[in-house]
């Protein structure tokens, strides 16, 4: 078996619980909590990694979510001197855009209306 294949299992299913964590989510309170730990699991030197610009910092609300979605998906990297983990910025793009559209599916759902008895 491939050894470059054998060494991301572990990345791949860390990503694959976030994405799920995501999708099990009832409402935005509880995809901000988890958008919350998600970022916690970067440290300083990986957050280093990116460009300043594209570091997410303290995710108060769910325009933050929107934000970062456009913020990471409109980042052009255009200085050849300035080393950036292609990788990481997608895995950040990813789960920005995954956080974002379940925002948007959660406010699309019909809200159950009290009953008039």
């Not at 791949?12 to 964590?21: K, N, V």
């Not at 300083?44 to 997410?56: G, N, T, V, Y």
Request: proline share 5%; hydrophobic share 35%; with cysteine.
């Amino acid at each position: 078996m491939d050894t470059a294949v054998d060494s991301t299992q572990g990345f791949r299913a860390a990503r694959s619980t976030w994405h799920q964590q995501l999708e099990e989510s009832a409402d935005v309170d509880s995809i901000l909590h988890v958008t919350r730990d998600f970022l916690a699991t970067f440290g300083p030197e990986h957050l280093a990694r990116l460009p300043e610009e594209c570091r997410p910092g303290r995710i108060k609300g769910e325009d933050d979510i929107a934000y970062w979605s456009c913020r990471l998906a409109q980042f052009r990297h255009r200085d050849p001197t300035v080393r950036v983990d292609a990788d990481l910025l997608h895995e950040m793009l990813n789960y920005f855009l995954h956080a974002w559209v379940r925002v948007s599916q959660l406010h699309r759902q019909p809200t159950e209306s009290p009953s008039l008895h």
